[in-house]
């Protein structure tokens, strides 16, 4: 599945975030813990110097194990990982001693030299990741708008955690072409491209060969019944009594709500990429 969504809105923000990441003091990278590879974008290769913070967001959709194991290789002398449930306000302490921790060198330089202590982080990441939902557990307030689809934000815009911390809301950012298969249909999968641009029929296939290839029980336990890559969708049609006039399987219906299952842990909590598939 060819995957294109680089409207104008997204290379302009990408100009505008470009300029932003030379001028702050550390980069919140908000990753979905379900496709953590799949989340980096290669347009920030080379942009950032600043200290990274990598938030494992929606770690309640994946095992414990999976979220340890990034937070272990992201982890590294100037780059720290953590794993975050945006929506839970009890992350918000952990998340602004992490922020200000990887900011130190800045806050404690101002402090020498009796200023202010004062530090900018820009939050960055593919569509959908959470970048807003965890700056409003931040602020301590649904300042920003969310939603559960991508390109919610469309331009940057600065919030105050505290009097020693400001970050940077940006749009979702994607690249012109994903060249890369599974790096496309893992990002479709995760709510990450607009569904407006997706073939759901094609991209539902792609998600019942790959869950098979997980455990083939996953599938077979929602919808009582196996589920093959090359009919699945009529096999999920026909267990929910999805029909088309005629009585044929509804299969349109059926890929919809298999992405809507999937998207909503109702399979389980089911990471499409761990960090051992890259290791070695
Ligand atoms: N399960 C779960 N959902 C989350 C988490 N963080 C955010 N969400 C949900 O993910 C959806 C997207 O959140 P946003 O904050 O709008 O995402 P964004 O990265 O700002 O999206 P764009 O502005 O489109 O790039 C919303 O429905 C949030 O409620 C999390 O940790 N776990
Ligand atoms: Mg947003």
Known sequence: MEINWFPGHMARSTREIESSLKACDCVVYVLDSRAVRSCFNPKFDGMINAPIVYLLNKCDTVERTVTDAWVKTLTNGKNTAIATNGTDAGCRKKLIAAIKNACRETLERQKRRGLNAHARAVVVGVPNTGKSTVINTLCGKARLDTGNRAGVTRSVVWARVDETL??????????????????????????????????????????????????????????????????????????????????????????????????????GKIALEKCEDYEG
């Open 166 to 267: 400001d970050v940077l809301d940006t749009p979702g950012t994607l690249y012109p072409k994903i060249s890369d298969r599974r790096v496309g249909e893992n990002l479709a999968i995760i709510g990450s491209i607009k569904d407006e641009v997706l073939d759901k029929t094609e991209l539902a296939l792609a998600l019942i060969e790959r869950l098979n290839g997980i455990d083939v029980n996953i599938l077979q336990t929602r919808y009582g019944r196996a589920v093959e890559a090359c009919d699945g969708l009529e096999t999920i049609a026909l267990s929910r009594g999805f029909k088309i006039r005629g009585g044929q399987p509804d299969t349109e219906r059926a890929a919809a709500i298999i992405l809507d299952d999937y998207r909503k842990c109702r399979l």
